[in-house]
């Protein structure tokens, strides 16, 4: 296991862990799971992160091949897709991810809890489509270079659980009005990134300098 491994698994592990945002998508589960007791709270954080990893590994193993059989470049890609993020930060930013996380009806099995808003797109995002697409690129990545970004990406998601299952105590700390503020904090730091993925990709498909 030599210095270059260690390198690139530090570099991959910090550019997933950032790029998922545990500290977004806490309020949002905090939110999806209001009223629910522990045990079906962690289920519907279990369920959000196995939602998300499929979708994740779905677009590790056939995201480059989809995009090339649709013939979508790659800067088209990261366009739509902070498009995507920019109007989910938005969202956040205006509190109207809260009132959807609470519209939530109250007999919502766990599964549905967990699907929207809080795996796709807050887990499995625009963003996070996008990085694990780059990270595993089939033309300059081996199989087992793929595999291992896989593995981190598995890591991160139970760091993620971890966070979740933790998530009563920030509750207890902040109440229901300071996670409010944190959501829509967070959601001014995702338009943020999005106005930059965007500034990213205009260049890159326009050819501007």
Do not use: W
Not at 16 to 24: E, G, H, M, N, Q
Not at 127 to 145: P, Q, W
């Amino acid at each position: 296991m030599g210095p270059e491994f260690l390198h690139d698994f530090f570099y991959e592990f910090v550019t997933l862990f950032v790029i998922l945002d545990p500290f977004a998508t806490v309020p949002l589960f905090l939110m999806v799971t209001a009223g629910l007791d522990r045990r079906k709270s962690l289920l519907v954080a279990a369920y959000a992160l196995g939602v998300a990893f499929l979708i994740l590994l779905f677009f590790i193993v056939l995201g480059r091949t989809l995009l090339s059989a649709l013939h979508i470049p790659m800067a088209s890609f990261q366009l739509a897709g902070s498009l995507i993020l920019l109007l989910f930060g938005l969202k956040m930013a205006l509190g109207k991810v809260s009132e959807e996380a609470m519209d939530v009806p109250a007999d919502a099995t766990p599964l549905q809890r967990a699907v929207f808003p809080l795996a796709i797109p807050g887990i499995a995002g625009a963003g996070a489509i996008l990085t694990v697409v780059l990270l595993t690129d089939n033309n300059v990545r081996s199989i087992g270079e793929q595999v291992i970004t896989t593995a981190i990406l598995a890591l991160c998601l139970c760091l993620l659980f971890v966070a979740y299952a933790l998530a009563g105590t920030l509750f207890r700390l902040l109440g229901k009005a300071g996670i409010e503020i944190v959501t829509r904090v967070f959601g001014l730091i995702l338009c943020s990134i999005a106005v930059t993925g965007l500034v990213t990709a205009t260049k890159l498909s326009f050819g501007f300098g």
